[in-house]
């Protein structure tokens, strides 16, 4: 049997979904888990989440992974169906702020590695702005979402979908204080494309 589209996924896990025969734990899912903004209990899981995984597409569709890190809440829910979160200088490239002018759609993925071992998938439409234009629309933006450096612009993203991401494989981490590098590490610059080779750590045993 063909079940009627869902509003939500591509027209091409769809078809994916009905060749497989997964249609119907497929609808389950959208119907279950899926929503079209930001529930109460959503929101409050970002407002503790340290990290965020990105994914832009420019307007060919060629990829681009990144990722994003600051203090809890750093990416800030405006309202169900909004949040925003600042870039920050960085090596100059831009190349998910680049990607999001050609094509605007945005990929989230939050994970809790902690404590709760459960991750959030938030998808939309993103719009870039200037500090100071987001700040005179919304003046509560925080001041410190990373002491001692001020945003260069900020990412709002319109909220079209947002859904669970289950905990089977997410690994369990222990925070830990950051601590220097070793004497032989190369320079972030030189890490993997300079004349001094990273070093090669050694995996316990039994860890393959």
Same mark, same amino acid.
């Given at each position: ?15 994916l979904?009905?060749h497989?025969?997964?249609?119907g =734990? ?7 888990? $899926?929503?079209? !903004?930001? %529930?109460?209990?959503?929101? #409050? &899981?970002?407002?503790?989440q ?14 681009d992974?990144?990722? =994003?890190a ?6 800030? $829910?405006?309202? !169900?169906? %909004?949040?925003?979160?600042? #870039? &920050?200088?960085g ?36 719009r ?43 690994p ?11 004497a ?20 316990a045993?039994?860890?393959?």
């Open positions: 049997m063909t079940l009627p589209p869902s509003p939500f996924g591509s027209a091409g896990e769809h078809r979904q009905q497989l025969g997964s249609a =734990r497929a609808a389950r899912f959208y119907d279950q888990q $899926v929503r079209s !903004e930001l %529930t109460a209990p959503m929101r #409050e &899981f970002i407002g503790r340290s990290m965020v995984f990105l994914a832009t597409a420019d307007s060919r569709g060629e990829c992974a990144s990722f =994003r600051g203090p809890p809440g750093f990416v800030h $829910v405006l309202d !169900e169906h %909004t949040l925003v979160y600042p #870039e &920050f200088r090596n100059g490239v831009l190349a998910s702020a680049g990607n999001m002018t050609e094509n605007p759609h945005l990929g989230m993925l939050f994970i809790d590695f902690t404590h709760d071992h459960i991750g959030l998938h938030v998808n939309g439409v993103a870039l702005h200037l500090d100071a234009e987001l700040r005179s629309a919304h003046p509560g933006l925080p001041l410190d979402t990373a002491p001692g450096r001020g945003p260069e612009m900020w990412v709002h993203l319109t909220v079209e979908e947002a859904y669970i991401h289950c905990s089977k494989y997410i369990h981490l222990v925070p830990a204080p950051r601590t220097g590098h070793p032989d590490r190369p320079k972030d610059a030189e890490y993997f494309t300079g004349s001094r080779a990273a070093p090669v750590h050694q995996s045993p039994g860890r393959h």
